[in-house]
Structures are given as C-alpha cells and as structure tokens.
C-alpha cells in the first residue's frame, strides 16, 4: 500500500495541478445560448455568423454589425462536448508479479493520476478492474466523478483490488460496452503480457464503438531486464496454475529478455497502426518522471 499511497499526498497531486489529458473532443456548432457551453459547464465558443433567416431567434441577432453594416446577422458557437473518461486497470495474477516490484502499485498510481488530470477539465471520470479470479470476470467499478473535490472516492476500489485470475481483457471491454454509455475515452492499463490476439480484440472492440483509445503498459524494473538468475527452477504460471520445471541459462534468459521486447514491439507498433496513444510506464521509481515528462511528450496529457 506504500506505493499506492503516492496517489493521495498533496506534493504529488500538486505536480498533476497543470495537466490536462489530451483528448480529441467531439464539437458541434448551435445557435445562440452562450450559457448552454459544454454539456454541463461553460466552454463555449463564437463559431461564425449567417445571414438572418426568418424563424431565427431575435436574441443572437448581431446588433453591432446591423449597426455598422444594416444587414441583419445571427451568431453561432462552437460547443465543446462532455467528454467520460474510463480508466480499465488490469487486475489479473501477473499484475502483482514479480512482488518487489510492486507492479500493480505503479499500475493504481498511475490510473488515479490520470482520473485527477482529467477532473481538472470536469469531465465524468470512473475508474474500473478486471481480472479473472476462480475462472470468472471480476468486474468493479465506481461511480462516475466530475471535480476534483470528489477524486477521494476512488481510493476504496483502489485499495480493496486484488490481482487474482487470467487477464480477461476482453471480456472486460465486453462488459463494458453492454452499458451503453455514449462513446468517450478508454484508458486501459495493463502489463499486456498476454497473446497479441487477446489485447487486439480489446482495442478493436472500443475502435468499433468509436471510443478513443488509450494504452498504458506498466512493467516493473526487474521483470523489463529478465533479471532472473541462472539455475533450476520449478515455476507455476500465476494465472492458469500450470507447473514447469526449467533450467535457466545465460542464454534462456537472454531469450526471455528478447522476447518480451519482441511482444513491446508488436503492441507499439499495433497502437500506433491504430491510433491508439501508447506509453509505456517501466519501474515504480520512475513514476515522478512518467507522469510529468514522458505523459506530456507522448500526448496523453499536455
């Protein structure tokens, strides 16, 4: 919990302060209203003018330019839309492996920061895990937030998840989508330390119902540099239960470190192909860094 426990000290929430996470927002132009802005809020924006036409409403007509010009015109304006925000933090076995790494602490961190980011713009915020405890979907998810105020409602699901089961990914976008909520943002936060075809059907499934996609692959420092010593072993996969016995050589892990760089790749290169905004979050003693410089960089916050 020490880890977690970052998400909530005024110093590091401070840091946050001046983010806005970077989202493609939907616009439409209305006539008149100023008040109307966003769906809630304000954040309206003179669009344009037009010529009067009969049956348009006389209270946004331009009364300067009739002064100047007698022609009579009538404003519209631009209307940022609201935008929700759903953040999907992975919550199956390899998430809290290796241990001293705190994998899963770095994974909550990270997700509650974004959910304050994105508070800052008063967006509906939640945050959701998955996971796949005794061979079912383990699906949580709080309350939609909207200021800032109320970004202490996420700590209960943040502290009370555990890492259990498979990573049911896709069921999880699957449960998701059958809420009907209108399209917005999905940030999905995950190791992805699965088969291609597993995170590809998640992605394609929110592309389809045209969510805006985000993914954040958290690591920890000793898993990115396959530091596991030569020797035997006996090693039990921590989400389906299976048992091996193996003999780790210098060149067995070298083969470990090359292949979870191959599958880096693929998932970049895959997001990239996609539109998807991908950054990768690598060792919990470079969250400072993450958040506030390689964030920015890559445009999911600015």
Same mark, same amino acid.
């Given at each position: 919990?020490?880890m977690l426990?970052?998400a909530f000290?005024?110093?590091f929430?401070?840091r946050?302060?001046?983010?806005?996470?970077?989202?493609?927002?939907?616009?439409?132009?209305?006539l008149?209203?100023?008040?109307?802005?966003?769906? &809630?809020?304000s954040g309206?924006?003179?669009?344009n003018?037009?010529?009067?036409?009969?049956g348009?409403?006389?209270r946004?007509?331009?009364?300067?330019a009739m002064a100047?010009?007698?022609?009579?015109y009538t404003?519209?304006?631009?209307?940022e839309r609201e935008t +929700?925000?759903?953040?999907l933090?992975?919550?199956?076995?390899?998430?809290?492996?290796?241990?001293?790494?705190?994998?899963?602490?770095?994974?909550?961190?990270? #997700?509650?920061?974004?959910?304050y980011v994105?508070?800052g +713009?008063?967006?509906?915020v939640?945050?959701? #895990?998955?996971?796949?405890a005794?061979?079912q979907?383990?699906?949580?998810?709080?309350e939609?937030?909207?200021?800032?105020?109320?970004?202490a409602s996420f700590?209960?699901?943040?502290?009370?998840?555990?890492?259990?089961g498979?990573?049911e990914?896709?069921r999880?976008v699957?449960?998701f989508?059958?809420?009907?909520?209108?399209?917005g943002?999905?940030i999905?936060?995950?190791?992805f330390?699965?088969?291609? #075809?597993?995170y590809k059907?998640?992605f394609?499934h929110?592309l389809?119902?045209?969510?805006?996609?985000?993914a954040? &692959?958290v690591?920890?420092?000793r898993?990115?540099a396959? #530091?596991?010593?030569?020797?035997?072993y006996?090693?039990r996969?921590?989400e389906?239960?299976?048992?091996?016995?193996?003999?780790?050589t210098?060149?067995?892990? +070298?083969?470990?470190?090359?292949?979870?760089?191959?599958?880096?790749?693929e998932?970049?290169?895959h997001c990239a192909?996609?539109?998807?905004?991908?950054?990768?979050a690598?060792?919990?003693?470079?969250?400072?860094?993450?958040?506030v410089?390689?964030?920015?960089?890559?445009?999911?916050v600015?």
């Amino acid at each position: 919990m020490e880890m977690l426990a970052r998400a909530f000290e005024p110093a590091f929430l401070q840091r946050l302060d001046n983010l806005v996470l970077g989202i493609k927002r939907a616009r439409t132009v209305r006539l008149g209203r100023r008040a109307l802005g966003r769906v &809630q809020g304000s954040g309206i924006e003179l669009e344009n003018f037009k010529d009067y036409s009969e049956g348009d409403d006389l209270r946004f007509l331009d009364w300067n330019a009739m002064a100047r010009l007698d022609t009579l015109y009538t404003k519209s304006y631009r209307v940022e839309r609201e935008t +929700e925000v759903s953040i999907l933090i992975d919550g199956s076995a390899s998430m809290g492996l290796p241990v001293k790494d705190d994998k899963f602490g770095l994974a909550r961190v990270v #997700s509650a920061a974004l959910a304050y980011v994105a508070l800052g +713009e008063n967006d509906p915020v939640r945050l959701i #895990s998955f996971g796949g405890a005794r061979g079912q979907l383990a699906y949580r998810t709080t309350e939609f937030c909207r200021r800032r105020e109320s970004y202490a409602s996420f700590r209960p699901l943040l502290t009370e998840i555990r890492c259990a089961g498979a990573t049911e990914m896709a069921r999880a976008v699957e449960e998701f989508l059958n809420q009907r909520r209108p399209p917005g943002v999905a940030i999905l936060v995950s190791d992805f330390l699965v088969p291609s #075809s597993v995170y590809k059907a998640a992605f394609s499934h929110l592309l389809a119902a045209r969510y805006e996609v985000k993914a954040i &692959q958290v690591l920890g420092s000793r898993e990115a540099a396959g #530091s596991l010593g030569a020797g035997a072993y006996r090693l039990r996969d921590c989400e389906t239960g299976e048992v091996r016995e193996v003999t780790i050589t210098a060149s067995v892990v +070298e083969a470990c470190r090359r292949r979870l760089e191959d599958m880096r790749e693929e998932l970049h290169l895959h997001c990239a192909g996609h539109g998807i905004t991908f950054a990768a979050a690598v060792g919990a003693q470079n969250l400072d860094d993450f958040m506030v410089r390689e964030l920015p960089r890559l445009g999911l916050v600015r």
